[in-house]
């Protein structure tokens, strides 16, 4: 919970201070504001979660950005640790990121972000339930599409990287729908 409220913290500083930037800053642009609601599904080692993601983020300018999302898990997929059956479910999932922007048309762009997460797992067996909270360096790739000026769509592609923390490494794949403020 403390991570969560640091995390809303650094985001509002940075949104309040991203208008002042862009105002010293020339180069940056104007701020501009989106907000996203996605499926999420991540492949972690063995396992299938689902998720429904939210994200809101800042741009200063066409290039550069940044954005904090936050996950709650939809499914509970069944699977094998050993001889043992196992349950997973992701409780929570949060992260923050930097984004670099390559605007390809008026209306698209493609993007890559590195950022910082946290997600809540629960394992469950026939004998036991584990919450299990984890760190990691996440990184991706993703690309957006504008029906209209502030309408679109957004397919992106996320590593997760735990450092050997329980867990290696989760792939994650979203699609969903993103708004221009």
Do not use: C
Request: proline share 2%.
């Amino acid at each position: 919970m403390k991570s969560l409220i640091a995390l809303a913290a650094v985001a509002a500083i940075g949104a309040v201070a991203a208008p002042a930037f862009a105002q010293t800053l020339p180069v940056l642009g104007q701020v501009t504001y989106n907000g996203s609601i996605s499926y999420a599904a991540t492949n972690t080692e063995g396992a299938d979660l689902g998720a429904v993601n939210l994200r809101a983020g800042a741009d200063a300018g066409k290039y550069l950005g940044a954005e904090i999302e936050g996950s709650f898990g939809v499914n509970q997929p069944f699977g094998e640790q050993g001889m043992t059956a196992t349950q997973l479910h992701l409780n929570s999932q949060y992260a923050a990121y930097a984004v670099a922007r390559l605007p390809v048309l008026d209306n698209a762009n493609l993007f890559v972000r590195v950022g910082y997460g946290h997600s809540d797992l629960r394992i469950t067996t026939l004998t036991a339930a584990v919450n299990n909270g984890l760190d990691s360096w996440n990184y991706g790739v993703g690309g957006e599409y504008f029906l209209d000026g502030k309408n679109g769509v957004r397919v992106d592609f996320t590593r997760s990287d735990y450092m050997g923390r329980g867990l290696d490494i989760a792939d994650t794949w979203s699609v969903g729908y993103v708004r221009r403020f």
